[in-house]
């Protein structure tokens, strides 16, 4: 039993340590608990009169997303919903990016009698867990007959009744359509891109640096009645969004032509967008869903992909401190409080960053040895202002002194770009001096005691570091590479081929000096030798050495051209043994007239210039006709 | 009075054609003013100015020493901020590839490095060791020129073996033909190694992780597993797509923001 007992509990330990190797690694991780948020269109509300009921739940970016939504309304309430659109939000603190998601759900509620009512919280599912929210209060109060909103209209923000015509019923007879265009302007397109409805996106810039501001704007043009049922943001993933309108989709709509048609014309969003890096970024598209009143059928259209090219701000000229993104115009103000201390008190800093753009969410703060600044707790105020987003942000710091005497505590300095100026600027408050009194050994001790014990003391491997370096020493490049790209190669090669080429060379040399060698001993050199002496010895007029020089002459080239050697042939079967190696007859009389000629020339004593000189003729044109014959 | 007015004019063309360089603050002033912040232990003042040297494009090992120190001090006066130790080490590291053998930068890289190891101790996790591949290795026994210079010297040595070679027998002869093959075979393995070390070169360069820690990704950035990157750990960083880094750590290799690693300048 006890052999069964182990058998059951080894297998029950390594199915748990299955489980936990499988697991997935979010199973495991420590994710901030989700930001949620509960609100009423409207705190008052009459029998019959929808209101809706909003959640916003956001999460880290990476965590698993809400889901599953529910809103139990109590008895007497009727529930529409929910509608549930995406969210992406990025917030951006020295030059990083951090981002959030999550869900905004909407449900529509109306209430069947009067009364105060605490509606229970909405709640979802997130990361295997049930979160709920908290309770809203909503009183609703006796029908009294004024036209309102009716239950079951769409579900947007703003509320009910944050559409009119065209998204919540049929054109009345007053139809906007039939006022006119009121707009001439940058509503006007030559071409509409469909004949009933379509979503355009406008950005009142192609290129901006990182930081900023673009303002897009999303317009919805329509010539029919819908009934607006979902819309999806545009995602706007690589930038910071501000909203420039407060309840997107109530502002009044215009008329303007598109491809010669009349169109109603509304604003459904302005955002006001900031660059958070470089490159052609996209905003992603909005998409709106409706449904056309009295017909079944599901329009869905979506607006332009827009593109931004972002680059970052000019490096030249750009000041020390300077965060990308820090892209606006600004102005900072601080206030130390109080002036006087003890050593290893603290002191409150109050730095305020206001102005247009994308106000930083972190500031450099003159830190130094002796002189710690605790985190800010930060305050802000930011809301658009006409066409751009201002306001303010404060950064509340304690700095605690560990110094004594006038410790000066520095500046704050916030360089920023100026886009409408193109050049950087430096927003600068003064922080001052404080006098600090000195603290008493024993304090000095016990705060030294309490510090160690709360785990302060110096990181122990950071305790000793050297020494900075005031001035700059000595400094060589390194010299790089020995050669470049194909010269490496060719270098490598080099010894070697040098080599090659030295030994082919000797040897082809020597080849051409055995050829020229061989070439000397040959039956024609000899001709052509044995003619140039018949010629100087015809110049000197000495007929017996002409004779004897044309004879070698003939001979050698009788032999080079039939392989007979001649001197030991008689002149009468002289052509017929040329005859026998394949040479004309006409060439074997030739040389023999040739070779009596030169009998006769040596025992000639009349023999003149001129009677040389034709001797020789004729045996060069023996040998050149001879040389033909054996190429031929 | 005309020539006056000339001179006045091309005075002034001169002044508004000068280089803006000109006007601007020279690097060893900005080091000056940083270095003397350091002095006075304000390290935030400090990281300002010799960040604005590195985006400059200015680069010496003692400007990379003091940035590293900088934000060294910062963690050590508890105003650190994240990925400071990151990048004490990636500037100590810098320093280090700009003048090699310097001990002080050896000693604070070495001092980051552990306190690094020492705060992942104290949250329970492992002091995590990415070693090199063999071929890292055999590749990073000398520098580029020094397998260079190898290649060529083998080149140069089986020249003379060939010409030894063709001398008549004898001793000469005899060297020549141990020479030959000893050579040929040398060059055969420092040409490819001379081509490694040119291609890491070329297609790689230096970096430091400047996070706490991130996880490589594939191309589609779906995470491949495995270990963290640690602060402060030696990458090979490649390619860049958009705004992520192809980088290597020991044999695996993988994707990370760009803004997770600091390549190192050389």
Known sequence: VSAARATRAWFALAVFALLLVGAPRWAFAQWQQPRVTVSLSQPEAEVGEAFTVELVAMVEQGAPMPEKPSLRAPAGFNVDGPRVTTQQQMSWVNGRVTGTQGLRVTWMVTGQKPGRFTIPAPSFDWNRTHVSSSTVTVVIL???????????????????????WPFNGAPSASDPLDTGVNDTGSLALDEAPDPQVFLRAVADKKAAVVGEQVTVSFYLYQRVSLDLSERKEAPLADFVRAPMLKNPGTEAPVTA?????????????????????TGDL?????????????????????????????????????????????????????????????????????????????????????????????DPEKRESIEPNGDVIQGYRTFGY???????????????????????????????????????????TPKLAAAA?????????????????????AALGAYEPS?????????????????????????????????????????????????????????????????????????????HAIEGASGVRARGVLLAELPGEMAARGLPDELGKRAREALEACEAMRFDPDATPGKLGDLVEAAAGLVRALGRAKAS | VTSRAAAGIALAVCFALAPAEARAEAPEETFAAAAAALGRGEFNAAIAGLEA??????????????????????????????????????????????????????????????????????????????????????????????????????????????????????????????????????????????????????????????????????????????????????????????????????????????????????
């Open chain 2, 53 to 266: 040297l590195s985006d400059r494009g200015f680069t010496h090992p003692d400007a990379s020493f003091d940035r590293g120190l900088a934000y060294a001090m910062r963690v050590r006066n508890h105003a650190e901020e994240p990925g400071d130790l990151g990048r004490a080490a990636a500037a100590f590291a810098e320093a280090l590839a700009l003048r090699p053998g310097d001990r002080e930068a050896e000693a604070a890289l070495d001092a980051v490095r552990g306190e690094v190891t020492r705060r992942r101790a104290r949250k329970g996790k492992e002091a995590i060791d990415a070693r090199p591949t063999m071929d890292r290795v055999v590749v990073g026994l000398l520098s580029e020129r020094g397998w260079a210079l190898a290649a060529l010297a083998a080149s140069v040595l089986a020249s003379i073996g060939l010409v030894l070679r063709r001398r008549p027998a004898g001793a000469a002869h005899v060297a020549g033909s141990v020479l030959v093959p000893t050579a040929a075979v040398a060059l055969t393995i420092l040409a490819p190694l001379t081509y490694a070390a040119r291609s890491l070169r070329l297609t790689t360069q230096a970096g430091v992780v400047v996070v706490p820690e991130v996880f490589l990704t594939d191309e589609a950035g779906v995470a491949l597993g495995g270990d963290p990157l640690p602060e402060a750990a030696s990458v090979e960083v490649g390619e860049r797509q958009g705004a992520r880094y192809r980088v290597r750590w020991g044999a695996t290799e993988g994707w990370v923001p760009v803004g997770s690693v600091r390549v190192v300048g050389r």
């Open chain 1, 142 to 164: 006796p029908a009294s007959g004024r036209p309102r909103q009716p239950a079951g209209s769409s579900l947007l923000p703003g509320g009910p009744g944050a559409f009119g």
């Open chain 1, 282 to 374: 996209h905003t992603g598209q909005m998409t709106l869903r409706f449904g056309r009143r009295g017909r079944n059928a599901r329009l869905e259209r979506q607006s332009e992909d827009l593109v931004i090219r972002v680059v970052e701000p000019p490096k030249e000229g750009r000041p020390a401190g300077y965060q990308i993104g820090d892209v606006g115009r600004f102005r900072v103000e601080a206030q130390v409080a109080p002036r006087k201390i003890e050593q290893g008190g603290t002191v409150a800093v109050t730095v305020r960053v206001s102005g247009e753009g994308n106000l930083p969410q972190a500031i450099q703060v003159p830190a130094r040895t002796g002189i710690e600044w605790l």
């Open chain 1, 449 to 469: 005691a309490a510090a160690q014990a709360a785990g302060e003391a110096p990181e122990e491997a950071l305790a000793r570091l050297p020494a900075a370096r």
């Open chain 1, 398 to 440: 304690a700095v605690r002194v560990e110094e004594s005497g006038s410790v000066d505590l520095g500046a704050i300095e916030l360089p920023f770009w100026n886009p409408a100026a193109k050049r950087y600027e430096v927003a600068r408050a003064p922080l001052g001096a404080l006098d600090v009194t000195p603290m008493s």
């Open chain 1, 257 to 277: 032509l598109a491809g010669g048609e009349r169109y109603l014309v509304r604003v459904m969003d302005r955002v006001a967008i900031f660059p958070v890096k």
């Open chain 1, 479 to 555: 010299p790089g590479a020995l050669v470049e790209g194909p010269w490496l190669w060719l270098l490598l090669a080099a010894p070697p081929a040098a080599f090659g080429l030295v030994t082919g060379g000797a040897r082809a040399g020597r080849l051409v000096r055995e050829r020229r060698r061989a070439r000397k001993g040959s039956a024609p050199e000899l001709a052509a030798e044995a003619l140039r002496e018949a010629e100087r010895a015809a110049a000197a007029g000495d007929a017996k050495a002409v004779a004897a020089a044309a004879t070698r002459a003939v001979h």
